[in-house]
């Protein structure tokens, strides 16, 4: 494999990737319409990046960063499947802080294997995730009332990874910022494990809600 380049994908490039390889690569309940993807990169929401062999496309990223946020998203992460088993991925990740200029981290929702459809694949996917780096937050994340995630950062150069609270809060000002206040405050939801009365409290005065009585599992964390 010669050298590989990252460049932007333009909207043609973006939709063959999208009907070529995202459709396969992705179960229709987890893949966003072609529409909504290439409108969120027409209003600056988002962009994807390809990696090329020569003129040849190995991999692809789409990423969600809203104009002034202070996170990059990744969304959608693929090798092609010419290309992988050969730790290619693992390198992608390691290199994706480094093209996201400006960003302070990039967020990654990984299913939670307790509630995914194939939970050995999940448990595989947050496997990899940390042997690249990625660090989980503890934070439990639950979108449009169906899937469950669980919320990791990767930190950008030179820094410590953020902090749990700062990153579930900077995720959840990206959501606010694609789809609006009363959207995220309906269809979005983050949760911190509750094992002690004094988490739970902590996590609640510091989102300035009431505290809940010990005995709950989850904490929700920005809806008050």
Known sequence: MNTLTWRLLTAEELTRVYLNEMRRDFPPTELKPLSMVLNSEAVGDS???GVYDGETLVAYLLMVRPRGATVSQLDYFAVLPACRAAGLGAKLLAALPGKEA???AILIEAELPEKADDPAMAVRRLGFYARCGAVDTGWTEKLFGASWFRVLTLAAPGQQPMGAEDACRALAD???RVIGEPKWRQYIELYRP?????TQNRAAALC???PHP???????LYHH
């Open 47 to 49: 962009h994807t990046w």
């Open 102 to 104: 400006g960003a302070d």
């Open 174 to 176: 990206c959501y606010r």
């Open 194 to 198: 509750d094992a002690l009365s004094r």
């Open 208 to 210: 300035g809600v009431p």
């Open 214 to 220: 010990p005995g709950r599992r989850f904490l929700t």
